[in-house]
């Protein structure tokens, strides 16, 4: 299944808390605006599979200029929307994570293009996916939650992931923005996590990427660039392979998720396909037949 999700990219070009990032971050507006333009420019020329974008600054800084880019460069007719605001939600506790998750939550109320999808996709305005096409063609055919959980299970790639809509702004989204505290270390990718966990535990399904996404960008945080190295991605790709294979983990459409096979199994099949009532029936046709 190709899944055609609006994207959401998350973008703070102008940084007013440089002690958010390390001392060597990449806190440079002038950079910074140059990672955004360079990664939009790839975003609506190089990829097919995300015909929306939604480009969210928290910092108030004017995105006139990213707009005119997009217009001179956006051939393949994508549709792209821009909203720029300034967070107010800082504090010495919650750190920029909370700056994100407001882009999310002002993204939610004011854009046009998230109000008609059912699928949301998360990443940084400042880096791009190269193989986002093959990601996408490579869904789950149902799915609520596609991303990469790590750690024992405690922590999740903000950088990119894929929501139905409704979980993400019903479930995930009112989740991190509760239980968000960097100063007692539950900073995104770990509130992230944490409702992740809450949702399969209701039933609903995660997946993990079926292939590495190839991220081409430099990190704010430290100022070094992302690994992005191909052989790396296919060694990964093969060792999940294998991993999600002996586990029986789904990875992606061509192996069904556990919930499916049960749901099955609770319907009268077992786990293998075998008709349980069909049996039951031929074992008391031969009973019948005994002398």
Not at 101 to 129: M, P
Request: charged fraction near 30%; aromatic fraction near 10%; charge should be positive.
């Amino acid at each position: 299944m190709t899944v055609k999700p609006c994207l959401v990219l998350t973008s703070t070009i102008k940084v007013d808390y440089p002690e958010f990032l390390k001392p060597t971050g990449r806190h440079q507006l002038e950079l910074r605006r140059g990672d955004t333009e360079k990664a939009l420019v790839r975003w609506v020329t190089r990829q097919q599979a995300i015909r929306d974008i939604v480009v969210v600054d928290n910092s108030g800084y004017p995105l006139d200029g990213l707009e005119a880019l997009v217009d001179r460069h956006n051939t393949g007719n994508k549709r792209v929307e821009f909203i720029s605001f300034r967070t107010d939600r800082y504090n010495e506790n919650n750190g920029r994570s909370i700056g994100e998750l407001d882009i999310f939550e002002k993204a939610l109320d004011q854009s046009a293009l998230l109000r008609d999808a059912g699928h949301v996709a998360i990443s940084i305005a400042r880096i791009f996916i190269s193989n986002v096409d093959d990601i996408m063609s490579r869904m789950p055919a149902d799915f609520d939650i596609v991303g990469r959980l790590s750690h024992n299970l405690t922590w999740f790639d903000s950088k990119f992931a894929v929501f139905r809509k409704d979980i993400f702004k019903g479930r995930i989204l009112p989740y991190a923005l509760q239980h968000v505290d960097e100063a007692a270390g539950n900073y995104i990718e770990r509130v992230y996590a944490k409702a992740t966990l809450r949702c399969i535990s209701d039933d609903r399904r995660w997946y993990p990427f079926a292939c590495e996404p190839l991220y081409d960008g430099i990190c704010g945080n430290d100022n070094r660039p992302y690994p992005n190295g191909r052989l790396r991605a296919k060694i990964i790709d093969w060792f999940s392979r294998g991993y999600y294979r002996a586990f029986d983990i789904s990875s992606h459409s061509h192996r069904a998720h556990p919930l499916e096979s049960r749901q099955s199994t609770s319907s009268g099949a077992t786990a293998d396909g075998d008709d349980v009532s069909a049996r039951l029936k031929a074992a008391a046709l031969r009973r019948s037949k005994l002398p």
